[in-house]
């Protein structure tokens, strides 16, 4: 079957629902978009497990994308802008792969799902560039987000879960590796209007 097909027929509510299951804030982003309605300009907060606010958010709008919301204490996301970034920091750590949810990106990368430990807290939101300036990777710690799998990108490929599992508390060696090559990224206070840059 056609992924873009497929997609169209998806609905909020079976997006979120997945990631309600595994206890992770969602709220709603535009369809086929990565930035949050008008109305969810407050979506740090907003996002929530609640079923009863999903329901009314689909009802709102069944196209609508699904973000996924990290938070301290809760979830991390590590997010590659490139090809097997995970691959080469394992690598270089010398350990194999981590075990835990993962998804693809509509543009064809990873995100690394992990539950949240008192050392990727202390870490907060970080970010890192190649040396020509492309993004490598973020780590989003603290009410930062990721659009989920089941959206769709602008481009209209499909964001998809490569590894369909719980997230695993985070190693603390991925955390190491992390804080040694990336710097403090934006105060929190400041996500609402950076995450719109979103590209992944």
Not at 38 to 45: C, F, Q
Not at 74 to 88: A, H, K, T
Not at 152 to 163: E, F, I
Not at 181 to 188: E, G, I, M, Y
Request: net charge negative; hydrophobic share 40%; aromatic share 8%.
């Amino acid at each position: 079957m056609d992924t873009r097909s497929a997609s169209e027929h998806t609905t909020f509510l079976e997006r979120a629902m997945p990631f309600i299951a595994l206890g992770i804030p969602v709220f709603p982003l535009m369809p086929r978009e990565k930035r949050p309605p008008a109305s969810m300009t407050a979506w740090p907060e907003l996002a929530t497990t609640d079923l009863t606010q999903v329901v009314a958010w689909n009802k709102d709008d069944p196209d609508y994308n699904c973000a996924l919301v990290a938070r301290l204490g809760q979830l991390v996301v590590l997010e590659f802008d490139i090809n097997d970034g995970m691959e080469s920091a394992a690598a270089e750590m010398g350990k194999a792969l981590p075990l835990t949810r993962v998804h693809r990106s509509g543009g064809g990368f990873a995100h690394w799902l992990f539950k949240a430990t008192e050392i990727s807290d202390k870490l907060g939101n970080r970010s890192a560039n190649l040396d020509n300036g492309h993004e490598w990777f973020s780590f989003r710690a603290d009410r930062r987000y990721v659009v989920g799998a089941g959206s769709v990108h602008p481009n209209g490929s499909l964001y998809t879960a490569l590894k369909d599992i719980a997230p695993i508390r985070i190693p603390d060696l991925v955390c190491e590796w992390v804080e040694k090559n990336s710097r403090a990224s934006v105060a929190p206070a400041e996500i609402g209007r950076a995450s719109c840059r979103e590209r992944v």
